[in-house]
Nanobody, 126 residues
Framework: VQLQASGGGLVQAGGSLRLSCAASGRTFSSYSMGWFRQAPGKEREFVAAISWTGGSTDYAGSVKGRFTISRDNVKNTVYLQMNSLKPEDTAVYYC????????????????????WGQGTQVTVSS
């Protein structure tokens, strides 16, 4: 599957952004999707994930209550709505697709994701 992330940019602390990730190449609706981020000098980390049905989600503790992941299986797109942004949210954000379809839990481990988008930069100024 090919993934194309977009929606990043520069925003002031407290602001909002919505990231989008458009998928093509296989049956998007059968795969869990996730968002990860990598800040300068740090390892890539889990942000959020959503099941293939859209009925279950999982979040990193640092973003829970501020970020919302969702998906539109008609548009083959997964979204990450980011509210109350903080300078520490500054990173390159990557979307990723599960290696296997119909997983019965929401994955959050990077090794479980097999396809990655190119990343979109999010910068939050203080």
């Amino acid at each position: 599957v090919q993934l194309q992330a977009s929606g990043g940019g520069l925003v002031q602390a407290g602001g909002s952004l919505r990231l989008s990730c458009a998928a093509s190449g296989r049956t998007f609706s059968s795969y869990s999707m996730g968002w990860f981020r990598q800040a300068p000098g740090k390892e890539r980390e889990f942000v959020a994930a959503i099941s293939w049905t859209g009925g279950s989600t999982d979040y990193a503790g640092s973003v829970k209550g501020r970020f919302t992941i969702s998906r539109d299986n008609v548009k083959n797109t997964v979204y990450l709505q980011m509210n109350s942004l903080k300078p520490e949210d500054t990173a390159v954000y990557y979307c990723a697709a599960d290696k296997f379809p119909y997983r019965d839990y929401v994955p959050r481990v990077q090794a479980l994701f097999g396809s990655w988008g190119q990343g979109t930069q999010v910068t939050v100024s203080s």
